[in-house]
């Protein structure tokens, strides 16, 4: 008799096939996946099977041609002229269907195989909405079930009316009231979770003074997680902006972990921001000592701080720490500036940093570091004003090879470089002390007069270093301006109040009319430093920068001459 199976998926005509086994009582097992059966014949081309246990008798199969039907549970009925006895000893009925009980009716006493599987019943819209009202119950069964559950669906109940612009004074007064109660006693165990981070920035933010000291007095001791924390963080700058009495609790527990912190891609801005707008003098000395060796992070840290502002100052109080505090300091900004994951743009701590050691070290120890770790890397200090002071140490202390490296990272960027309130005072280092007029003619005054390089070529100088090409440095090298700023024109520059100082500078030398008070002065402390670095006369070095860039400066001047005379700066350049 026949065993009669559901339809295989694929034949090597592409077309549905219907198989059978013929005289023996065991079914064959096929794989439902592919076709193929499972000790690895190929069941795509019509071949004759014989039986273990029927001497030989077996049937082969035929395509498909579409007359049988597929039976409720998934096997194939009627069509019986596709099945064709092959036995040796002929049948002895007939018959063309094999049923076992004889008769040719054409129906199949069909057997689903083991493998086979049921047509998939489509749900209806009921069936939809039961499933996915237990899937929403189990949802909130698995949330009761996590500690403070109650509170934070309470919490964020109040949030949802609280954060909106449209509340009312009284209103939002009312339900942070409401908010204090449910989170009172319980801001540091739910603090930590991402929705509830929200919740507490939007209570320090339309608190009252007194409910803001609640919130952050439950968390003091763990700002160092919350600042490490990815949603965390934003509740530790909160505190920072509208607690006032606890910013000092705040900087003082980032004591002792400002090296680490400083990598970390959610605490280093919160250290930036701490630094820069909160700590006072003392605090920022006190949060520096942390770079200048193990002995002040370990006896300093939590105790009285340093009487003195500085570097400068502590090592005067301490003469006999000079060495091992320079060592150390050293040692640290090496191993800053070696990885590729410094903040070295926008960390305005490690301008600082860089600034005390460059002015305080031996000229020949400073001049190593520059020429080892910060020659290629100006470009990315000239935002804040140590950065832009150490950029000018840099120039000073270099060797002329490396100060050439220093004006080949400004390609493409001295025009951004020369708007800068603090970065354009560099750029007036750069004409004082670099003997090499040709390299600043060509990297400096000609990018100023003629404008920025194609970007490509841009990139590939500033990018361009011993240690392999800077992405850095080449996206900010893109003439479309990496922060958004578009790049001016040359015209534009000459009448921006920074940039027309530099070409001011070439003209009429330390003017007081034209250049700012402090930068003059910086330039005259730095005479002294000056005189052992570079060799020109300073009459000659300024005369052949003229003779390099006047016919160039005198052809835009003619030809924008309309444009310069309408504003302050572009007719002092005239």
């Avoid at 996206?475 to 109040?497: E, F, H, I, M, V």
Wanted: charge should be negative; hydrophobic fraction near 35%.
């Amino acid at each position: 008799g026949g065993v009669g199976r559901g339809p295989s998926k694929a034949t090597t005509s592409g077309r549905p096939a219907r198989y059978g086994v013929a005289g023996s009582k065991r079914k064959a097992e096929v794989d439902d996946d592919d076709g193929s059966a499972d000790d690895g014949d190929d069941w795509d081309s019509a071949e004759s099977l014989s039986g273990e246990d029927d001497g030989g008798a077996g049937f082969t199969f035929d395509e498909d041609d579409g007359d049988e039907a597929v039976g409720e549970n998934g096997s194939v009925v009627g069509d019986d002229e596709d099945f064709e006895s092959s036995s040796d000893g002929g049948s002895d009925n007939g018959e063309k269907s094999g049923d076992s009980d004889g008769d040719s009716d054409g129906d199949h006493d069909d057997i689903d195989g083991p493998d086979s599987k049921p047509a998939k019943k489509e749900r209806t819209e009921e069936e939809k909405r039961k499933v996915r009202q237990e899937q929403k119950k189990l949802l909130q069964e698995r949330r009761a079930s996590k500690p403070n559950a109650s509170i934070v669906v309470r919490a964020k109940q109040i949030w949802e009316k609280l954060r909106m612009k449209s509340t009312p004074v009284n209103e939002r007064s009312q339900l942070m009231t409401e908010m204090m109660e449910v989170l009172t006693g319980k801001v540091h165990e739910v603090t930590f979770k991402h929705d509830m981070a929200r919740t507490i920035q939007c209570a320090l933010k339309y608190g009252n003074l007194k409910q803001r000291e609640a919130i952050a007095g439950e968390l003091k001791g763990s700002y160092v997680s919350l600042a490490s924390s990815q949603y965390g963080r934003f509740i530790t700058s909160r505190i920072l902006n509208y607690c006032p009495s606890h910013r000092p609790l705040v900087i003082d527990e980032l004591k002792g972990h400002l090296r680490r912190l400083l990598f970390h891609a959610h605490a280093g801005p919160v250290i930036e921001e701490a630094w820069s707008r909160f700590a006072n003098g003392a605090q920022r000395a006190s949060l520096l000592e942390e770079f200048y060796g193990p002995q002040f992070a370990l006896f300093r840290l939590g105790g009285s701080p340093s009487k003195a502002a500085s570097l400068a100052g502590m090592l005067a109080a301490e003469p006999e720490k000079r060495a091992a505090t320079l060592d150390a300091l050293r040692a640290t900004l090496e191993s800053l500036l070696s990885k590729p994951s410094t903040p070295l743009a926008s960390s305005s701590l490690l301008h600082r940093v860089l600034l005390d050691y460059l002015s305080q070290a031996a000229p020949a120890h400073a001049a190593g570091l520059v020429s080892g770790h910060l020659r290629d890397k100006l470009p990315l200090l000239l935002h804040t004003r140590d950065g832009a002071r150490a950029a000018q140490m840099a120039l000073l202390l270099s060797g002329p090879k490396d100060r050439r490296h220093a004006l080949r990272s400004f390609r493409g960027l001295v025009g951004r470089i020369a708007c800068e309130p603090f970065g354009h005072a560099v750029l007036l280092t750069a004409c004082e002390a670099v003997d090499d007029t040709v390299a600043v003619a060509k990297y400096v005054f000609t990018e100023l007069i003629k404008g920025p390089p194609p970007p490509t070529e841009a990139a590939g100088a500033a990018g361009a270093s011993e240690d392999g090409p800077s992405d850095l440095l080449a996206a900010l090298a893109d003439n479309s301006g990496a922060d958004g700023r578009p790049t001016l024109t040359p015209a534009q520059l000459l009448r921006d109040p920074h940039a027309s100082r530099v070409v001011l500078f070439l003209l009429a030398g330390r003017n007081t009319r034209y250049q700012v008070g402090h930068v003059l002065a910086e330039l005259q402390a730095d005479d002294v430093l000056r005189a052992q670095t570079s060799k020109k006369d300073d009459d000659v070095r300024r005369k052949e920068l003229r003779t390099a860039v006047a016919p160039q400066l005198l052809e835009l001047a003619i030809a924008n001459v309309e444009e310069l005379i309408r504003t302050q700066w572009g007719g002092r350049v005239l």
